[in-house]
């Protein structure tokens, strides 16, 4: 008697092992996506929080090159330089841009300003901020002349 011949199809090994094959690319294939997405994500946290850092900074520095020494008040969380005033309140860092009107104010770095201080001597003006969120943390610190020195 003659053995059974293979009529072209697979056993069950071999479609085991073409399936566990198969299960191995597409689970990388998965996990390259997953830590594509989460890089991504965590690149434009740090993107947004460095522009938020450059706003401020331009917006101080524009103020404090303009102001007059005498008329700048600096504390923790509240720099004074008017008619505009630059306060930290509740993790964000407002710019009210005329003291008369309060109410009236811009957000310049939304949630995640963990701390902005400023001291005035001499004729210059310090400031620091560090900036976080969930992945990232910035900081920046710069200092400033005054127009009209002392």
């Known amino acids: 008697m003659k053995p059974p011949s293979h009529s072209g199809g697979f056993t069950l090994v ?26 991504w994500r965590r690149s434009c946290a740090d993107i947004e929080l460095r522009r938020d850092a450059s706003a401020a900074a331009e917006l101080l520095a524009h103020a404090l090159r303009a102001a007059a020494y005498t008329d700048v008040t600096a504390a923790v969380d509240t720099l004074t330089v008017p008619p505009v005033q630059f306060r930290r309140q509740q993790g964000a860092l ?43 943390a910035t900081e920046f610190a710069a200092t400033f002349t005054c127009r009209n020195q002392p």
């Open 14 to 39: 071999e479609m085991q092992a073409g399936m566990l094959a198969a299960a191995m690319v597409v689970l990388g294939c998965g996990m390259l996506l997953y830590v594509s997405l989460s890089s």
């Open 94 to 136: 407002l710019y009210i841009p005329d003291l008369s009107q309060p109410g009236a104010f811009q957000t310049v770095v939304g949630n995640g300003l963990a701390a902005f201080d400023a001291a005035a001597t001499d004729g210059v003006v310090g400031v620091h901020l560090r900036l976080t969120n969930a992945s990232v």
